[in-house]
């Protein structure tokens, strides 16, 4: 598949035709239809593509073709394939804000969509974090592999990127109008009913809120049915900050947020209601619940919107971390269960924190230490984007037995922590672009056999 990672808009790109080599003929000029409106262009009965063209890792077009069978309306994009049952691609949004676009799939790390642009059906993979974007085939509404090939891969791939940004900007315009309709109409309903939603102190809060610039994430959870701990703290314009948290009125006014959850944890979104551009992603990981564990994480790296040694922002994410050193240390007790097991005392070390316990040798016992992660960049007032830090190494974990304990059941994970995000601004080529920090360095465990002594 070929990828579009970079900074520099595709539509400007576009515009000056510096995507496309100069033996191609000129980039069909971009549509601004939506994907209900551009289904028009297309067969509603089920119509077989036989000529569609796969695009290869290294962007070039390949020779054989894929057949497909769609169907295509307003509503939906059904595949027919064979004698199964017909799969359904629902026209939708692929994440809160976002233009709508006909969903073929999803999981923790992205989207599978269809995209009708112009004249092209395009089978696209889009990551959750980064704004990748892939395609995976193209398929002609003629059916002519020569209008296909008429473009290389990367133009392809920057003809639909165009579409997509453009799109994009109509769909954050559309939202925050509906978000300034909704706003009107709770203040008409609050004033008719002669009760104001909001304190005066409130109100001078919420504008003051509306001015930020950059958002930073606080959060936590026990597990993916406890409830969050959020807390974001907002950069304003005028270089000050505000902190609010879910709870607030002042958070749902001005903020919205969703949550995908994993075995392990969940990967945050918060984004401004008025833009929703303005958006930061953090990965949370869960607490556990058993005492038969400890998981020591690393701090987080301070964020562009945390003061430097002068006390001024910092705006560059700062490294995280490094995860905490894990010891533990096992030895018997004297006594076993009744499948005749080795009863284990256990202590679980990491900083301050301590746990000791009793546990049947085949007992799980979990230990970790996570690298904190890399502070996200946030934009400077020239609009430049800046860097996020880098992920926190994880520490090492020590696993000592004693030589009378026969087996036990540890599990040890030691992992570098995430590169904090860019700065969400500067993605034209006029200002500069940060980049994500790069992840941390695992940590080593090891085992070894030594005389161990518990109280």
Not at 256 to 262: D, P
Not at 359 to 376: L, M, Y
Request: glycine share 12%; net charge negative; charged share 25%.
């Amino acid at each position: 598949m070929l990828r579009a990672t970079s900074a520099v808009s595709a539509l400007t790109l576009l515009a000056t035709g510096c995507l496309f080599g100069a033996r191609r003929g000129a980039p069909p000029p971009v549509p601004r239809e939506s994907q209900a409106e551009m289904s028009a262009r297309f067969p509603a009965s089920p119509t077989t593509y036989r000529h569609c063209v796969d695009v290869g890792v290294s962007g070039d077009l390949e020779d054989e073709f894929i057949p497909v069978t769609y169907a295509i309306t307003p509503e939906a994009i059904t595949s027919h394939d064979g004698d199964r049952e017909p799969t359904v691609f629902g026209l939708g949004r692929h994440y809160d804000m976002g233009d709508e676009v006909y969903v073929a799939g999803s999981d923790s790390d992205g989207f599978n969509t269809l995209y009708l642009v112009g004249d092209f059906l395009y089978s696209a993979r889009e990551r959750r974090i980064g704004s990748d974007l892939s395609i995976g085939y193209i398929c002609s509404r003629t059916d002519d592999a020569g209008a296909i090939r008429a473009m290389d891969g990367k133009a392809h791939l920057a003809y639909l990127k165009a579409y997509r940004d453009l799109r994009s900007a109509v769909a954050s315009e559309d939202y925050s109008a509906r978000m300034k309709e909704a706003r009107a109409r709770q203040e008409a309903k609050a004033a008719a009913a002669g009760q104001p939603d909001f304190t005066a102190e409130q109100r001078a809060q919420i504008e003051r809120a509306r001015t930020m610039v950059a958002l930073a994430i606080e959060a936590s959870a026990r597990n993916a049915s406890a409830p969050i701990t959020l807390w974001v703290t907002l950069a304003l314009a005028d270089g000050t900050t505000m902190r609010v948290g879910i709870g607030n009125p002042i958070f749902d006014e001005v903020l919205g947020y969703s949550k995908i959850s994993g075995e392990v944890g969940m990967l945050l979104a918060v984004w401004s209601k008025d833009d929703p551009t303005l958006r930061v992603e953090e990965e949370v990981y869960f607490s556990l619940d058993t005492a038969q564990a400890l998981v020591c994480r690393g701090r987080t790296g301070l964020s562009g919107v945390d003061p430097d040694a002068s006390g001024a922002m910092s705006y560059v994410g700062q490294p995280g971390e490094r995860g905490p050193d894990v010891t533990v240390e096992i030895t018997t007790t004297g006594r076993t269960n009744p499948e005749g097991e080795q009863i284990l005392r256990y202590r679980l070390r990491c900083g301050d924190e301590e746990r000791v316990f009793d546990a049947s040798a085949t007992s799980p016992v979990e230990v970790a230490s996570h690298g904190g992660k890399g502070g996200h960049g946030i934009p400077r007032q020239n609009y430049d984007g800046t860097s996020g830090g880098a992920g926190g190494d994880g520490g090492d974990i020590t696993i000592i037995a004693d030589p009378s304990v026969l087996r036990y059941n540890v599990s040890a994970s030691s992992h570098g922590g995430p590169g904090g995000n860019a700065s969400s601004h500067a993605r034209t080529a006029i200002h500069r672009m940060g980049r994500r920090g790069p992840a941390g360095a695992d940590g080593d465990v090891v085992e070894r056999r030594a005389p161990v002594t518990l109280p």
